[in-house]
């Protein structure tokens, strides 16, 4: 594992010059397990996860970091028992009624990816407003995938050309990119994945092309500044290529 940086008397991390991502994309897993592992029920996982973004939002700020993607709920998670998908979508509502008007006063831009159609339209409204009043802040962007899917998004997107009556002549990377939910954002640099596994999970799938990637066993209740700064410091140690030869294997 890679060692902790050390800090100064303010807490301040030491990475320095190092480079920092431009945008961050985090797959939050572990909620259920690290309830299980305290005899508590998964929706009090899911609510402590809820409960530990507000000061990983910081942390990655206090990095410099200006993009960071969450995914909350993704389009298979309504598979899951109805009763965990209700608890996720009253803490959701929560986290919007409670939470925005701090991001606000933070600096924090709200922006909401992946489907709105199968929300409540309660909780449609909620978002709205958040990402109405927030949608000046320049501090940090906030993107909450919330019931998104990478398929589905590129399927909305072929959608939306087809029914725009673009030509396959016209068809490019830019125009694509223009109709995912995503437009506008930078591609993730860094995709960090808490709780030990390796999948994508069908997560930003065209956005992840070059993506450097970070795992840790840590479960994301547990995820905190010093968990950042671990995997801000391992991506520091990457050589990004995009598919490219470093300068220095040029013979």
Do not use: C
């Not at 298979?76 to 991001?103: C, H, K, Y």
């Not at 709780?195 to 070059?210: D, H, V």
């Amino acid at each position: 594992m890679t060692p902790a940086p050390d800090k100064d008397a303010n807490g301040a991390s030491s990475l320095g010059a190092a480079p920092v991502p431009t945008h961050v994309a985090v797959i939050m897993d572990g909620n259920g397990r690290w309830a299980n592992g305290r005899g508590l029920s998964r929706s009090d996982g899911h609510r402590a996860g809820t409960e530990n973004i507000r000061r990983i939002i910081r942390a990655f700020a206090q990095h410099g970091v200006k993009h960071l993607t969450l995914y909350a709920f993704s389009t298979e998670n309504w598979e899951r028992p109805t009763e965990e998908v209700g608890a996720l979508m009253e803490l959701l509502g929560e986290a919007v009624r409670n939470e925005t008007e701090l991001l606000h006063k933070e600096g924090v831009r709200i922006r909401h990816l992946g489907r709105f159609d199968r929300l409540s339209p309660r909780l449609q409204r909620a978002i709205q407003k958040s990402v109405e009043l927030t949608k000046r802040n320049t501090h940090i962007n906030l993107n909450v995938a919330f019931d998104y899917g990478g398929r589905e998004e590129i399927l909305q997107a072929v959608r939306a050309m087809l029914s725009d009556g673009v030509r396959p002549d016209e068809v490019n990377e830019g125009l694509l990119e223009g109709h995912l939910y995503t437009a506008g954002l930078p591609d993730p640099d860094l995709i960090i994945r808490t709780a030990g596994e390796m999948r994508i999970s069908n997560f930003l799938l065209w956005q992840a092309a070059y993506a450097e990637y970070y795992t840790t066993p840590t479960l994301w209740p547990d995820f905190g500044e010093g968990e950042v700064e671990l995997a801000l410091t391992a991506y520091a140690q990457r050589q990004r290529r995009f598919g490219r030869v470093a300068p220095a294997e040029v013979r």
